[in-house]
């Protein structure tokens, strides 16, 4: 059973790093054909997917959120990172991370979601 587990700060200042890790569980990041995602929900509105890193590496970020996002990974403690910068306080919202078997855009594990509020 693989289980995904978001953890980072939950209120961040206006203009700051954002910075949030998904620590995975049985199984690997490194998995064939995984890709393993952050999405996100700011409140009253719908999902919002930021972007992924795949198995073997590589990422792919949404277009409006690339020039200030980085998905990063540690293979040797299982874990993903998102970090984005120049945080406002349009990017509050509750924060996932989840895991794409088939680098499909669909997702069959998720974390169960970090909150995150930007504010002086």
Do not use: H
């Amino acid at each position: 059973q693989v289980q995904l587990q978001e953890s980072g700060p939950g209120l961040v200042k206006p203009s700051q790093t954002l910075s949030l890790t998904c620590t995975v569980s049985g199984g690997s990041i490194t998995t064939s054909d995984t890709a393993w995602a952050w999405i996100r929900q700011p409140p009253g509105k719908g999902l919002e997917w930021m972007g992924v890193i795949s198995y073997g590496g590589n990422t792919v970020y949404s277009p409006s959120l690339r020039s200030r996002i980085s998905i990063s990974r540690d293979t040797s403690k299982n874990q993903f990172f998102l970090q984005m910068n120049s945080v406002t306080p349009e990017d509050t919202g509750v924060y996932y991370c989840a895991r794409d078997p088939r680098q499909d855009w669909t997702y069959n594990y998720w974390g169960q979601g970090t909150r995150v509020t930007v504010s002086s």
